[in-house]
T-cell receptor, first 112, second 113 residues
Framework: QQPVQSPQAVILREGEDAVINCSSSKALYSVHWYRQKHGEAPVFLMILLKGGEQKGHEKISASFNEKKQQSSLYLTASQLSYSGTYFCGTEIGGGSNYKLTFGKGTLLTVNP | NAGVTQTPKFQVLKTGQSMTLQCAQDMNHEYMSWYRQDPGMGLRLIHYSVGAGITDQGEVPNGYNVSRSTTEDFPLRLLSAAPSQTSVYFC????????????FGPGTRLLVL
């Protein structure tokens, strides 16, 4: 089941903040966040694991609400380099389930 | 380290032709996967492997075959190309499971006429 991301697109001015949400209808074991610039491969930002452990980027934070099967990515004091499409990837169940399912993406544009 | 490499970068096929998309990694990763990316659809998992000799299906496996004879290589085979398989294909690898950082290759753009 593909997670649902919101908003689909957001436009910011440099220095503004943004929140991108990711929700699933199934219990999540982990949530991944990736950023993709046009014509390039996705690049890792953050992993949030069930139980609270986080691995990832210093300047970007995220939350993981296990009860609500939701995750949010917080981009503060945005820079021009933050522009791109953000994807959340969800892992359902953990253990022997190695499938990572990605949302459709959120297009973030940061203008000067 | 070269990381994850994919060849070719771009390919045009005619309907019914077969081809193999190559993926290799030099990080000794156990977990490798193939995704396709279509406009507005995000990344969809085609097949994945948790080690040499072990593969399994993802969300959209029809029309594709994979095998994993070595830790380094994970080729994706299109048996009889169809226009619906026009897409950008990404290979990814990670240390252990889907819970680890996925390292993506640069992608292969495939056009099926």
């Amino acid at each position: 089941q593909q997670p649902v991301q919101s908003p689909q697109a957001v436009i910011l001015r440099e220095g503004e903040d943004a929140v991108i949400n990711c929700s699933s209808s199934k219990a999540l074991y982990s949530v991944h966040w990736y950023r993709q610039k046009h014509g390039e491969a996705p690049v890792f930002l953050m992993i949030l694991l069930k139980g609270g452990e986080q691995k990832g980027h210093e300047k970007i934070s995220a939350s993981f609400n296990e009860k609500k099967q939701q995750s949010s990515l917080y981009l503060t004091a945005s820079q021009l380099s933050y522009s791109g499409t953000y994807f959340c990837g969800t892992e359902i169940g953990g253990g022997s389930n190695y499938k990572l399912t990605f949302g459709k993406g959120t297009l973030l544009t940061v203008n000067p | 380290n070269a990381g994850v490499t994919q060849t070719p970068k771009f390919q045009v096929l005619k309907t019914g032709q077969s081809m193999t998309l190559q993926c290799a990694q030099d990080m000794n990763h156990e977990y490798m996967s193939w995704y396709r990316q279509d406009p507005g659809m995000g990344l969809r998992l085609i097949h994945y492997s948790v080690g040499a000799g072990i593969t399994d299906q993802g969300e959209v496996p029809n029309g594709y075959n994979v095998s994993r004879s070595t830790t380094e290589d994970f080729p994706l085979r299109l048996l009889s190309a169809a226009p619906s398989q026009t897409s950008v294909y990404f290979c990814a690898s990670s240390w252990g499971t889907a819970q680890e950082t996925q390292y993506f290759g640069p992608g292969t753009r495939l056009l099926v006429l």
